[in-house]
């Protein structure tokens, strides 16, 4: 490249002219990134149609996308990323703001004047040779009071493709902006994927997001994690919204009543599966029916006219941990994979259709793993990596809830929160009101996954299910929940639940997946002011006979050990939640230090 094409702003300006960007603004920052990265070439997503199978044709020309067997997976295509590069790096994200008080103990935090600096050096230049894409997105229906728009530069297809997936994306956006410099500036470049230069860094005061060395989901779809929960969360503490990592579905009962929960499960939890539930077959005969607005985040508000809260999913595909998922633990995902989905680090069968562990009960004969090596079933390794991921459109899911677009979301009777918890913590209980509910949310535990890099297993304390991706002091955060409750006039109903509870067996004690139906049956009832429950130490709990369990088969002694309340348990548990209360002292809501010394007379 000559000098005269590195030549900053004026220049890149000029190689602008044949780009079409309506809105000002975004091209005066795309000249600006443009200047900074020197691409080789500029190309701006329209999200049609078409462009999507140019853009599928180039990735396949680079070797980005494997086409799959378009018989069997019409539009699938298989990615193998680095291996380096294969789950979020939660040491590499960094909240940039001012003081460091207001990133707080649970962020690593970095001088924003600092982190530009440092950011620009690795951004300079790192688009030669490229093409540099503007995708311009919603996150939210279209025309949602709460939608938001953003604009992500990258220089990586795979990425690009993606958003073109997980959000809506595309002139629709232009159409939402229209002349506003209201967008969230989102630069992305893979640099040389190398993890000593990987930062993923938010800049909350400035609605800006830099992110670097990483072509992985969370890491590099910055309209996911990045945009709709950390700088979310961020505007809705300072508007009275809230950004949540969690699901949204709508449980419809055979009287045609339908009631939509939302619930706050830790990364590869499965809130993928517990969004796309299929009840038992007496479930569906009586006429229940499950139907999924989101499986990863909602954005809530106050409906100012009936006081309830309402949510949106802001996304509009999923980005699902593949691994697990079969015809048995979730055919809905099943059915939503068959086609128009990127797999990410799964194994390829001879016959260009892919597997993964769990997906069938028999692995096949021989395969090539997630790293293109030859695989056969006793070498050693998995065929698929643990955080292998689909990337699919939400219109896929034969179960998608028809207000899945709807502007104003849905209003919420319940939220559920839940973690993988072995021992200790029982199969469902009710918080006795929402403030309980809330320090329920805040001590919410969880065996750490392969969704992250770090030590897999151990029991981490992950409030509301966001330690990745609260954005700003967690603290401030747990007040903006406190206060949330003084907007409603009739707030949710707050849940706890514990799929993974296991016997002195080693057996998980409940059976899980399409049977959570009766759990959540008993959820449902609570909410509409129906179904028993006995107040316990930790909050009102069905009695095994309150929890349907006919045609289950599961021997009465089961049940009450997935509900039992052992005390020398539930000590430890309180003294494993100081660690985190030690950690937040001096700005931890008073309300939380309360309801702990509650719990503490209750024991
Ligand atoms: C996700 C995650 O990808 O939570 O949704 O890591
Ligand atoms: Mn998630």
């Given at each position: 490249m000559n000098d005269a094409a590195r030549l900053p702003v004026a220049r890149d300006m000029d190689r602008l002219a044949g780009v079409e960007i309506p809105n000002p603004h975004v091209r005066a920052w795309v000249a600006e990134c443009a200047a900074m990265c020197q691409p080789d070439r500029i190309h701006v997503l329209n999200g049609s149609a078409a462009e999507r199978q140019e853009l599928l044709q180039q990735a396949v020309a680079e070797g980005v996308l494997l086409p799959l067997n378009q018989q069997k997976l019409p539009g699938c295509y298989l990615h193998r990323s680095n291996p380096n590069d294969v789950a979020r790096t939660e040491q590499c994200t960094f909240i940039c703001t001012p003081s460091e008080r207001l990133a707080g103990q649970t962020n690593n935090w970095m001088d924003p004047k600092q982190c530009y600096a440092m950011l620009g050096q690795l951004f300079s230049g790192s688009m030669r040779g490229r093409t540099l894409y503007v995708v311009p997105f919603v996150m939210g229906p279209l025309g949602s009071p709460l939608a938001k728009v953003g604009v992500e530069i990258t220089d990586s297809i795979y990425v690009a493709i993606s958003m073109g997936v997980m959000t809506r994306m595309g002139d629709c956006a232009w159409k939402e902006l229209q002349g506003s410099d209201e967008f969230t500036r989102c630069l992305h470049s893979v640099g040389d994927c190398n993890p000593e230069r990987r930062y993923i860094c938010h800049f909350p005061l400035d609605n800006v997001i830099w992110s670097f060395g990483s072509g992985y989901g969370g890491n590099a779809l910055l309209g996911k994690k990045c945009l709709a929960l950390r700088l979310a969360g961020w505007m809705g503490y300072q508007q009275g919204w809230m950004a949540e990592h969690m699901l949204l579905m709508g449980v419809t009962s055979p009287d045609g009543a339908k009631t939509y929960v939302a619930a706050a499960f830790p990364s590869a939890c499965g809130k993928t599966n517990f969004a796309m539930l299929i009840p038992p077959e007496k479930y569906l005969k009586a006429g229940w029916k499950i139907n999924t607005l989101g499986d990863d985040i909602a954005w809530m508000y106050v409906n100012k006219h009936d006081g309830r809260l309402y949510a949106i999913n802001p996304e509009a595909g999923y980005f699902g941990v593949v691994p697990g998922t079969s015809y048995q633990t979730n055919p809905n995902a099943m059915a939503i994979i068959q086609r128009d989905t990127i797999y990410t680090n799964v194994a390829l069968l001879p016959d260009g259709d892919v597997w993964w562990e769990g997906k069938t009960e028999t692995p096949p004969a021989a395969c090539i793993d997630w790293t293109g090596q030859p695989w056969t079933p006793n070498c050693g390794r998995p065929a698929a990596h643990p955080n292998s991921r689909f990337t699919a459109p939400m219109r896929n899911n034969p179960v998608l809830d028809p207000q899945a677009d709807d502007p104003n979301g849905v209003p919420i009777s319940g939220i559920i929160f839940g973690g993988r918890r072995t021992?200790?913590?029982?199969l469902v209980f009710q918080a006795f009101n929402w403030i309980h509910g809330v320090y329920l949310g805040a001590t919410l535990g969880s065996e750490t996954t392969a969704a992250a890099t770090g030590q897999l297993g151990v029991v981490r304390r992950d409030p509301m299910a966001m330690l990745p991706f609260c954005g700003y002091n967690i603290n401030y955060y747990f007040t903006h929940w406190i206060r949330m409750r003084k907007q409603m006039k009739d707030c949710p109903r707050i849940f706890h639940v514990n799929w993974f509870r296991k016997g002195d067996d080693g057996k998980f004690l409940w059976p899980g997946f399409g049977e959570n139906m009766r759990v959540l049956k008993w959820i449902v009832d609570r909410c509409k002011g129906q179904g028993y429950a006995a107040e316990t130490l930790l909050g009102w709990m069905p009695r095994p006979e309150d929890i349907d369990l006919d045609g289950l088969n599961l021997p009465l002694g089961r049940i009450e050990a997935a509900q039992s309340i052992d005390l020398e348990e539930i000590k430890t548990e309180v003294l494993t939640q100081t660690e985190l209360f030690m950690k937040l002292a001096g700005e931890l809501p008073k309300e939380l230090i309360f309801l702990r010394e509650l719990l503490i007379s209750r024991l």
């Open positions: 021992k200790t913590i029982p």
